[in-house]
């Protein structure tokens, strides 16, 4: 059985960096996609990044594009997410998830592996 761990969250300041890993046990995540995804108390999850296998296809929400940066790691089980200019409303608890298809999804309903998240905390 596959396990995704989430680990690099944290609490920072208004506009200070974090990146987060997702790491996959026991198989090499490079065929297939893996999306990032948050929620918020109270909240939906919703949808962050997503990268696709081979990397062909990278997506993001509008909400942080251009501050978030979604790659694979050198090392073949992993994925990052760099998040830079943070906000207080980026602040949510953030899962990795993966598509052994290979796609780049948006939507939470179509992966087929989760982690448990690791909680970001953005202070203003």
């Known amino acids: 059985q596959v396990q995704l761990v989430e680990s690099g969250g944290g609490s920072v300041q208004a506009g200070g960096s974090l990146r987060l890993s997702c790491v996959a046990s026991?198989?090499?995540?490079?065929?297939?996609?893996v999306g990032w995804f948050r929620q918020a108390p109270g909240k939906e999850r919703e949808f962050v990044a997503a990268?696709?296998?081979?990397?062909?296809?990278?997506y993001y929400s509008d909400s942080v594009k251009a501050r978030f940066t979604i790659s694979r790691g050198t090392i073949k089980n992993t994925v990052l997410l760099e998040m830079n200019s943070l906000k207080p409303e980026d602040t949510a608890v953030y899962y990795c998830?993966?598509?052994?298809?290979?796609?780049?999804?948006?939507?939470?309903?179509?992966?087929?592996?989760w982690g448990r998240g690791t909680q970001v905390t953005v202070s203003s």
């Open positions: 998830a993966a598509d052994t298809a290979g796609w780049a999804r948006d939507r939470a309903g179509e992966y087929d592996y």
């Open positions: 026991g198989r090499t995540l490079s065929d297939w996609g």
């Open positions: 990268i696709s296998w081979g990397s062909a296809n990278i």
